[in-house]
């Protein structure tokens, strides 16, 4: 069994950042796709950004390019979202999801693994 645990959540005023980190016991990163999704109130969940299982190929909703950074550990453990210039829209829970396959892929049916969920509040 893999369980995900995110952390790093809050509240923060518009233009600012967090970092989510998401760790995985049972079995590490390394070789499988890891995702960020979140679910904003009122919304259906939506890709927010991924890496493969090599961590070659990285892909990022148009809404967060050149704002949020997903990143993994060299260990392979962890796998973080740094956010930044955060803005009210961003408010929303994230959730880390885990694939078993390499190929990184945005539709959430692909991650049977998920955390359960950090909670972002960006003020205006």
């Known amino acids: 069994q893999v369980d995900l645990v995110e952390s790093g959540g809050g509240f923060v005023e518009a233009g600012g950042s967090l970092r989510l980190s998401c760790g995985a016991s049972?079995?590490?990163?390394?070789?499988?796709?890891t995702a960020w999704f979140r679910r904003a109130p009122g919304k259906e969940r939506e890709f927010v950004a991924g890496?493969?299982?090599?961590?070659?190929?990285?892909d990022y909703a148009d809404f967060v390019k050149g704002r949020f950074t997903i990143s993994r550990d060299s260990a392979e453990i962890m796998v973080f979202l740094q956010m930044n210039s955060l803005k009210p829209e961003d408010t929303a829970v994230y959730y880390c999801?885990?694939?078993?396959?390499?190929?990184?892929?945005?539709?959430?049916?692909?991650?049977?693994?998920w955390g359960q969920g950090t909670q972002v509040v960006v003020s205006s």
């Open positions: 999801a885990r694939s078993t396959e390499t190929g990184l892929y945005r539709t959430p049916r692909q991650y049977p693994y």
């Open positions: 049972g079995l590490p990163f390394g070789g499988y796709a």
């Open positions: 890496i493969d299982g090599n961590g070659v190929n990285i």
